[in-house]
């Protein structure tokens, strides 16, 4: 598999990160033998190390250091919320105009942590397609704005306002995944992580990087109508 890249210098680099493959190596995931580490790794042939995670079924930006300070300087940004990162979901439902969800969130051991998520609505679409008790299905692509890196927040931000994000398997809606396997044959998670904007630690200018949408979830784009 080649990663596509998105941005590169002497210092960072970028990849679009398919849906479905890990980070790096996991306990969790003994399932997986390919990992965007090792990939890039191999495919540039040098040094690389990833200065923040996104989770396995999330596709888009992942960025990675090529050196250990700047790894360092990288993580602490992201450390102290100074990255700004947009996402892109297709969700359960039409969901208002904009919101904003502060919402704490429950670390593994227990202790409660504060999280926030802006979002806009970008589009809506209502399928003609049974479900339930409804006639009809509602669906909605949104652009998230999160100001805190919780563990799983827009997953479980988005569920916690009953809007999950379609192929969530974890804070989804059983339902509606069920239904996009078996009707669309479609079990990806629908979010993508388009945009990464920060200070470069070494050169001080303002670097913005942005991901085009995976396959998949361009195909559920023409499902909608969009």
């Not at 359960?92 to 806009?120: C, M, S």
Request: contains cysteine; positive net charge; aromatic residues 8%.
């Amino acid at each position: 598999m080649s990663l596509e890249i998105l941005f590169r210098d002497d210092h960072l680099i970028a990849i679009n990160k398919p849906h479905g493959l890990l980070v790096h190596r996991s306990p969790i995931a003994r399932d997986a033998d390919e990992f965007a580490l090792q990939l890039l790794k191999n495919q540039i042939n040098q040094w690389v190390n990833p200065v923040h995670r996104i989770d396995r079924k999330t596709a888009g930006i992942l960025l990675f250091a090529l050196d250990k300070e700047t790894e360092k300087a990288m993580q602490q940004q992201f450390a102290e919320n100074r990255v700004q990162k947009k996402y892109l979901a297709i969700v359960r439902g039409h969901t208002p105009e904009k919101q904003e969800i502060d919402y704490p969130l429950r670390k593994e051991n227990g202790t409660l942590q504060e999280a926030f998520t802006a979002y806009v609505t970008l589009k809506q679409a209502e399928l003609h397609v049974a479900l339930g008790s409804h006639p009809t299905s509602r669906y909605s692509m949104v652009q998230a704005t999160p100001t805190t890196g919780r563990m799983h927040q827009l997953r479980k931000h988005f569920s916690h306002i009953f809007h999950p994000i379609i192929g969530d398997r974890t804070h989804g809606c059983n339902k509606q995944n069920r239904m996009f396997k078996e009707k669309w044959e479609m079990n990806t998670m629908l979010l993508h992580a388009s945009e990464l904007s920060f200070q470069h630690p070494v050169t001080k200018l303002q670097v913005a990087i942005k991901a085009p949408l995976q396959q998949e979830f361009l195909r559920m784009i023409n499902l909608m109508g969009w």
